[in-house]
Structures are given as structure tokens and as C-alpha cells.
């Protein structure tokens, strides 16, 4: 049976998609707290993501508040496959150099953080 904080994600998420049977989670927990991991449908990426990641910072901070209330601390991360990730730079013009490993394949509170939220 799913936690409260898996519950509680997967509930939102699938009110703000366009393909909510796509939405599944996987809830992981060691030394360092909770980790859960959202995979969505990628047509539904932008709308999970936000204008400049404010919708996943958004999500972050409720699933926080969540985690708390039960002494747990929870992360979140947004499963993103290397293919779809490819397709979106090559679509901006911005792949990584020849040579160059691509980032990772997830979209995490780091990554937000670079963004400067």
C-alpha cells in the first residue's frame, strides 16, 4: 500500500495532466529520508515542470510539508528519459558539446537550485 506522501503526490499530479493513467510513482527511503520517484507521460513534462520549475518547486514544498508532519523527509524526483531529454535541447539548439556526457536523466531540487529557485 502506497504512504501517504506517495498518495498525496500521485493525486496531484494526476489532477494537472492530460494523461493522469500515466502517472505512477516509486517510494524509496534510506539513511537520508524519503525519495520519490514520478514518471508522467512525457507530453505532460511542461505542465508537471511549470514556467521556470515553479510548478516542481511548488510540488517539492507541499510534499515537504507532508513528509514533515510525519517526522520524514521527502524529495522528489522527476523521472526524465536521456531520449527526451536529447530531443528538447536539440529542439532549443542547445545540445551538449560532441564528447560531452549528457546531464542526468532526472530533474531534481539541484537542478531547480541552478535555476535560482
Known amino acids: 500500500m502506497a504512504e501517504k506522501d506517495q ?18 510513482t516509486e517510494r524509496t527511503v534510506d539513511e537520508r529520508g524519503v525519495l ?5 507521460n512525457q507530453d505532460d513534462m511542461g505542465y508537471v515542470i ?7 518547486r511548488a510540488l517539492r514544498i507541499l510534499l515537504k510539508t507532508v513528509g514533515a508532519k ?12 536521456d531520449e527526451a531529454r536529447k530531443a528538447h535541447q536539440d529542439s532549443k539548439g542547445s545540445s ?4 560531452e ?7 531534481t531540487d539541484d537542478d531547480l537550485a541552478d535555476l535560482g529557485i
Not at 36 to 40: C, G, H, K, Q
Not at 50 to 56: E, F, N, P, S, V
Open 50 to 56: 511549470g514556467r521556470q520549475g515553479q510548478t516542481a
Open 70 to 81: 510525519e517526522n520524514a523527509r521527502v524529495n522528489l524526483k522527476i523521472f526524465e528519459p
Open 96 to 99: 551538449a558539446p560532441a564528447g
Open 7 to 24: 498518495q498525496f503526490i500521485e493525486f496531484l499530479v494526476k489532477s494537472i495532466v492530460n494523461h493522469p493513467e500515466d502517472v505512477r
Open 101 to 107: 556526457a549528457p546531464k542526468s536523466a532526472t530533474v
Open 36 to 40: 520519490i520517484t514520478l514518471y508522467i
